[in-house]
C-alpha cells in the first residue's frame, strides 16, 4: 500500500448535494492517502485557513468526468435521525488548475481506490476487512489460472520470447509506422501492454499520449522502459490494473494490444480486447489490430499419427514389475489424442484448399467468444488418410493508409504461435474429389481456454455415395490449455507418385509482398525453397 500521499493544490470544490449545497471553496488541497483513523484510502479536501476538511472514502466512492479539469465524486453516508440511521449520496464537485492535473487526479483516484479492493475478499486486516469486488474478468476466470497467467507474462523472459519473434514485432511496427495518420495527435490506450513495446511505438508514429494497461508485475517493467526512453516515455502513462476496472480521464482514439493466443483464442484476451473497446474506445475510434481469421484445413500426416498413437505403447505392458498396465491403454491413447499438437508443418500436407471464419473485434460482442460454432466442408484434392484438422490465424491492422496482415499460416515465417492440428484418434479415408464435412466448435471455460469438440465426416466411396451413401464420421474432444508442443523443423512431404502432379492451386508460391502492398490477406502462401 502506498506510503506517501498524492496532492493536489490550489484546487476548487463545493459540495453539490441538496442538503448541503454551498459556495465553492478555493484555494483548497486535494489529498489521497490512508485516513488517520481506519488506515483506509481517502481523498482529503482541506480548505484554506483550516477549515474543517472533507473526507471521502474510497472504498465505495464514484468519480465521473463534467469536463477537462472538473470531476464529481459521489460517495455513500450516513447519518442518524431520531434515533434512526438514514444513508445518502453525497456529491463533490472538484476543478483542477490544469488539464494534466486534472488526468493525473483521476489517475490518482484510480490508483488510490484500487488498494481497497486488491487484497483477498474478505481478508481481516489490521483495521479491518477487504470489501468483496470483482470485475467482469473476476467472474468469469479461475483466481489459479489467472495467478499463474499475470505470474508467466510478469517475467521478462517471456516477453524477450515475444519480443524476438520478429515477424510479429515488426509487423506490429509496421502497422504502426505505415499509419501514422492514425496516431498522429491522437490518444492511444495499449491493452495488455506487457513490456510496454507497442506504447513506444505508438508514440514514435506521434501518439499525444498512450495510457499503457498492465495487469501484471510486468507494469513496473515497463515503467522502468518507458523511463528510459524519456525522449518518447514523457507521453506515456503505465496503469496497473485490468482493462475491465480501470477508469481514463478520457476516451481513446485508437487501441492497440497483442491479444492473439494459439488458435487466435487461447488465453481469453480477445474478450479483454473487446471490453477494453466498449469501455475506453470513442464511438469512432480505431483498433489494431482489427479483424482476426482462424483458417482450417484436413490434413494428412502419417508420420504424426504413428508418433502420437506410439506414445501409448508403454500401457500395452503385460508385466511392468508384475503388473498389467493393459486396462488403461484405452485411456491413454484417447489422452494423448486429446492434446492439440502446437508446431510449424510442411503446407502440403493439406488436402484441401482451407476455409476460414472470421472475428470482427470492432462489432463483435464479448459473449460470441464464450462459444465459436464453425461448420467444415472441403473437397479433399487427392486420396488418401484424412488425420484431422489444421488449423492457422491472421489479423488485419486495416489502418488509414496501408492495411497489414500479420499471418502465422503454413509456409510463412514461422511465429512464436506456430500451427495447430487437430489429430483424430480414427483417421478418414477419402478419394480425390470426395466431400469432407464436420463440425468445429470452441467452448470458453474459467481457466482461461477452449475445449475443442471436432467432427469430421466423408462419403463412403463406391456403390451408392451419389444417392448419399453410408457416412463415415470421426470425432475428437481436445483440450485448447493442454497441446502437445512439437516444436520441430516442418517435416519433408514425398508424396507418392502418382499424386506429384496433383498439388492444390492455393498451395503454388504467391507473391506474399505485393498481398501486403495491395492490402491482400498472405492467408495461404508458402516459402519457395519448401518446393525445392
Not at 256 to 267: A, H, K
Not at 445 to 451: K, L, R
Amino acid at each position: 500500500m502506498a506510503s506517501s500521499p498524492d496532492l493536489f493544490p490550489n484546487v476548487t470544490f463545493s459540495d453539490v448535494s441538496e442538503a448541503a449545497a454551498g459556495p465553492a471553496a478555493e484555494g483548497a488541497t486535494a489529498a489521497f492517502g490512508l485516513g488517520a483513523a481506519t488506515g483506509a484510502p481517502r481523498l482529503s479536501l482541506v480548505k484554506a485557513e483550516a477549515e474543517p476538511t472533507v473526507e471521502i472514502d474510497l472504498a465505495d466512492a464514484q468519480v465521473f468526468k463534467l469536463g477537462p479539469t472538473e470531476w464529481l465524486c459521489v460517495c455513500d453516508e450516513s447519518e442518524a435521525k431520531d434515533g434512526v440511521e438514514e444513508s445518502f449520496s453525497r456529491a463533490i464537485k472538484v476543478v483542477l488548475r490544469t488539464e494534466a492535473e486534472s488526468k493525473a487526479f483521476s489517475l490518482a483516484f484510480q490508483r488510490w481506490q484500487h488498494q481497497v479492493i486488491s487484497g483477498k475478499a474478505g481478508e481481516r486486516l489490521e483495521n479491518g476487512s477487504i470489501i468483496a469486488s470483482k470485475n467482469k474478468f473476476d467472474t468469469k476466470i479461475e483466481a489459479s489460472s489467472a495467478k499463474m497467467y499475470f505470474h508467466y507474462y510478469g517475467q521478462l523472459l517471456h516477453q524477450q520470447n515475444m519480443l524476438q519473434d520478429f515477424v510479429r514485432t515488426g509487423t506490429y511496427y509496421a502497422a504502426v509506422m505505415e499509419n501514422r495518420s492514425d496516431f498522429e495527435g491522437r490518444v492511444v490506450v495499449d491493452v495488455g501492454a506487457g513490456s510496454g513495446i507497442l506504447s513506444l511505438f505508438a508514440v514514435q508514429a506521434g501518439a499525444r499520449h498512450v495510457y499503457a494497461v498492465e495487469a501484471s508485475e510486468m507494469a513496473e517493467h515497463a515503467q522502468r522502459l518507458i523511463s528510459g526512453n524519456p525522449s518518447l516515455g514523457h507521453r506515456i502513462t503505465v496503469i496497473k490494473g485490468k482493462v475491465e476496472e480501470v477508469v481514463l480521464p478520457e476516451k481513446a482514439d485508437i487501441l492497440i494490444s497483442e491479444p492473439m493466443g494459439t488458435l487466435l483464442v487461447n488465453e481469453r484476451m480477445l474478450e479483454s480486447y473487446v471490453i477494453a473497446r466498449d469501455r475506453l474506445l470513442a464511438p469512432d475510434g480505431k483498433m489494431f489490430p482489427t479483424t482476426g481469421r482462424i483458417h482450417m484445413a484436413p490434413f494428412s500426416d502419417e508420420y504424426l499419427y504413428v508418433e502420437m498413437a506410439n506414445k501409448a505403447l508403454f500401457w500395452q505392458q503385460h508385466n511392468f514389475f508384475g503388473v498389467d498396465l493393459t486396462p488403461l491403454h484405452g485411456s491413454a491413447f484417447q489422452g494423448y489424442f486429446s492434446q492439440p499438437v502446437v508446431d510449424a508443418f510442411d503446407p502440403r500436407l493439406l488436402i484441401s484448399p482451407p476455409t476460414y471464419h472470421t472475428l470482427d473485434f470492432t462489432s463483435m460482442k464479448e459473449e460470441e467468444l464464450y462459444e465459436i460454432n464453425i461448420p467444415l466442408s472441403f473437397v479433399a484434392s487427392v486420396g488418401t488418410r484424412v488425420h484431422g484438422l489444421a488449423c492457422w490465424f491472421d489479423v488485419l491492422f486495416n489502418g488509414s493508409t496501408v492495411q497489414r496482415w500479420l499471418t502465422t499460416a503454413p509456409g510463412s515465417p514461422t511465429t512464436h504461435w506456430y500451427q495447430l492440428r487437430c489429430v483424430l484418434s480414427q483417421p478418414l479415408y477419402v478419394m480425390a474429389g470426395q466431400e469432407i464435412t464436420g463440425h468445429l466448435r470452441l467452448v470458453a471455460h474459467s481457466a482461461q481456454s477452449y475445449t475443442i469438440y471436432l467432427t469430421m465426416s466423408a462419403k463412403m466411396w463406391g456403390v451408392g455415395a451419389e444417392q448419399g451413401g453410408i457416412l463415415q464420421t470421426s470425432t475428437g474432444k481436445l483440450e485448447l490449455k493442454e497441446p502437445y508442443y512439437r516444436l520441430s523443423q516442418p517435416q519433408s512431404c514425398t508424396l507418392p507418385q502418382d499424386q506429384q502432379q496433383q498439388q492444390l492451386p492455393s498451395l503454388q508460391a504467391q507473391g506474399s509482398e505485393q498481398q501486403m502492398q495491395e492490402g491482400l490477406s498472405p492467408a495461404f502462401t508458402i516459402d519457395q525453397d519448401c518446393l525445392n
